[in-house]
């Protein structure tokens, strides 16, 4: 089995993730798939859109994945944590963009 860790940067918005089957066997490698995140600027072409999802999606996904497994007597201690960790982030994340909103810079490449 390849190691889920281990992804395909295609570039910097895009990227190669492995997939797999599970079987009577156990887990087996399957294709893969792409991720593309999404990229551009509303004000300015000259930089490069690209259609794809946001981190913050990708990390919905996650959370809820977690919270979804960690139940009864799945539940465990290390699981809890990454999920306060992912939740977290996305309150940073959220964060982020109040204050790039604020300041009048959201989905611009301006600091």
């Not at 497994?69 to 964060?95: C, F, Q, W």
Request: hydrophobic residues 35%; neutral net charge.
């Amino acid at each position: 089995m390849r190691n889920p860790r281990i992804i395909e940067k295609l570039d910097n918005w895009t990227y190669s993730v492995p997939l797999y089957n599970v079987t009577n066997e156990g887990i087996e490698d399957s294709t893969k798939m792409i991720v593309s995140l999404c990229r551009g600027n509303r004000k300015d072409e000259s930089i490069p859109r690209q259609e794809g999802m946001f981190t913050e999606t990708l990390l919905q996904i996650c959370l809820e994945y977690l919270q979804g497994v960690n139940v009864g007597e799945l539940a465990n201690r290390d699981t809890s944590i990454a999920i306060t960790h992912i939740e977290d982030a996305l309150m940073r994340i959220n964060k982020r963009a109040e204050d790039r909103k604020l300041r009048g810079v959201q989905v611009t490449y301006q600091k």
